[in-house]
């Protein structure tokens, strides 16, 4: 179900376009996001599924490179998300298409401050990006409490999607979406496989630091 912050008390949610009008409805609707790369298919990332079990989002993953193509369900490119390099601020950007060129940036996503436990992103349009100051406010922000987060409009607390993650012995994370009205699933559903890409990046970097200090011990 849709929910909005305290402090709000809308009754009607705020249009949120980003990637196309075409992705967002006038009802709260609900996605499923799993990932499925195996042995045999290492590059088939992920995929999301509304409510009937159809899917409406697939990532394919990069050979040896973090980052994805997002894909609509007739395999038509709609997103490339790849990280930055050399960022302090663990800095991810979002392109339109195929494209990773300055002119086809749609968002960034980075973690307000260098050193935080928590994983809490701010989202920058890049529309916006040229005309604020460092300190200004973010687009949107990612709050992340455990197995969830919620996505809110700017510093405000008007939110516009949630995530749950379902966790279950022997068997993938499923990750429950819920995009409140008017607002863009595709826009939502990005956010949400960065979030995944951020915390896979993050496993192959302690898993790699961890098979060093192993050879550095033996």
């Known amino acids: 179900m849709a929910e909005y912050g305290p402090q709000t008390g809308r009754d009607v949610a705020p249009a949120v376009v980003v990637v196309g009008r075409q992705f967002s409805v006038r009802n709260a609707v609900n996605f499923t996001v799993t990932r499925t790369a195996s042995l045999f298919s290492p590059n088939d990332r992920y995929e999301a599924m509304d409510i009937n079990g159809d899917v409406v989002l697939k990532g394919k993953g990069f050979f040896f490179?973090?980052?994805?193509?997002?894909?609509?369900?007739?395999?038509?490119?709609?997103?490339?998300?790849?990280?930055?390099?050399?960022?302090?601020?663990?800095?991810?950007?979002v392109f339109r298409g195929e494209s990773t060129s300055p002119?086809?940036?749609?968002?960034?996503?980075?973690?307000?401050?260098?050193?935080?436990?928590?994983d809490n992103f701010d989202v920058i349009l890049a529309s916006n990006a040229g005309d604020r100051a460092v300190a200004s406010p973010c687009d949107?922000?990612?709050?992340?409490?455990?197995?969830?987060?919620?996505?809110?409009?700017?510093?405000?607390?008007?939110?516009?999607?949630?995530?749950?993650?379902k966790t279950a012995f022997f068997a993938r994370d499923k990750l429950e979406v819920t995009v409140n009205p008017n607002v863009d699933y595709v826009f939502i559903l990005s956010?949400?496989?960065?979030?995944?890409?951020?915390?896979?990046?993050?496993?192959?970097?302690?898993?790699?630091?961890?098979?060093?200090?192993?050879?550095?011990?033996?």
């Open 65 to 93: 490179n973090f980052g994805c193509l997002l894909l609509d369900a007739a395999g038509i490119p709609l997103l490339t998300i790849e990280p930055k390099v050399f960022s302090w601020h663990q800095t991810w950007r």
């Open 103 to 118: 002119n086809d940036l749609l968002f960034s996503m980075r973690k307000p401050q260098i050193f935080q436990w928590k």
């Open 140 to 165: 949107f922000k990612i709050i992340s409490r455990c197995k969830k987060c919620t996505i809110c409009i700017g510093e405000s607390d008007e939110i516009i999607a949630q995530m749950h993650r």
């Open 191 to 218: 956010l949400i496989i960065v979030l995944e890409e951020i915390k896979e990046s993050r496993r192959r970097s302690n898993a790699a630091s961890a098979g060093r200090r192993r050879r550095r011990a033996t």
